[in-house]
């Protein structure tokens, strides 16, 4: 028996997109995932602090969105099975990463050097195309990605990187998982 596990997501984008949000997308081979890998990126409330994502979401737009004419935050309820959830908090599937970094730097490197640069790519930050690399060689059904991160909402401070988080997110793999969606604040 598969238990299910619900999470609340929010996703801060523009109204236009509104509607595609729940379509299953092509990423392209060519450039660097972005920190959890390809899909869809939610901010989800961390342990004892309700209401942080919906905030989240919107310094979000307001940081790395500014020329979205018409803001929105969508929520969406997503259904997933609790064993297809990749959880990066935990220290087992850490270890597991790292020793997967360990022992494939070398693919993973000739692999990154044949991308084309992006924002994701001069971060410098791997990760994704180690999750990526590892759901393929392992042939992992994993349907989401969660991890606390640090995400840079104020651009007026220096602090543009840091290990303590600030946040939660959630990389949906498997749009199908997605029990309702809707706009909850608009923000134009």
Known sequence: MCL????????????????????????????????LGNGLYFFIDRVNKTGEAIENAKKYLSRWKPKYKNKIIVEMELDL????????????????????????????YNELDHLIENNTKNRGNIDGLVLEIMIRAYDIDVKAIMKETYTQFDMSKQRKRSNIPNDKELCLREYSAIKKKSICKELW
């Open 81 to 108: 099975e609790q064993d297809k959830v990749l959880d990066l908090d935990d220290q087992v599937n850490q270890d597991i990463f790292n020793l997967f970094i360990d022992e494939n730097e070398e693919d993973i």
């Open 4 to 35: 299910k596990t619900n999470f609340r997501g929010y996703h801060g984008t523009d109204k236009s997109h509104f509607d595609s949000l729940d379509k299953d997308k092509e990423f392209s081979s060519q450039t660097l995932p972005c920190d």
